[in-house]
Nanobody, 123 residues
Framework: QVQLVESGGGLVQAGGSLRLSCAASGRTFSNYAMGWFRQAPGKEREFVIAISWSGDNTYYADSVKGRFTISRDNAKNTVYLQMNSLKPEDTAVYYC????????????????WGQGTQVTVSS
């Protein structure tokens, strides 16, 4: 079992930046790849970005390439999502999750989830 707590969401103007954090507890954090997903009202939860257990490999949705970056600090059991050049269409609840196996891009391959943090981008 892994417990995840996201933080750092809020209201920002278009073009602004936010940094989300996801603090993990429970099993050995450094053993697992981590991902961020988001869910806008009335839409399916979608993949945003992910990072391998070592931090050597990262994976991005096309919609966030060049704007979002992911990093992790295994000593602090924390993964970060840096979001720059935010757009109104980035508005959603953002969730971090632990990848269990398989493709980084599929929601079904993530086993434990945080409660989410709201990001709202105003135009």
């Amino acid at each position: 079992q892994v417990q995840l707590v996201e933080s750092g969401g809020g209201l920002v103007q278009a073009g602004g930046s936010l940094r989300l954090s996801c603090a993990a507890s429970g099993r050995t954090f450094s053993n697992y790849a981590m991902g961020w997903f988001r869910q806008a009202p009335g839409k399916e939860r979608e993949f945003v970005i992910a990072i391998s257990w070592s931090g050597d490999n990262t994976y991005y949705a096309d919609s966030v390439k060049g704007r979002f970056t992911i990093s992790r600090d295994n000593a602090k059991n924390t993964v970060y999502l840096q979001m720059n050049s935010l757009k109104p269409e980035d508005t959603a609840v953002y969730y971090c999750a632990v990848r269990y196996s398989g493709s980084y891009f599929l929601r079904s391959n993530y086993q434990w989830w945080g409660q989410g943090t709201q990001v709202t981008v105003s135009s």
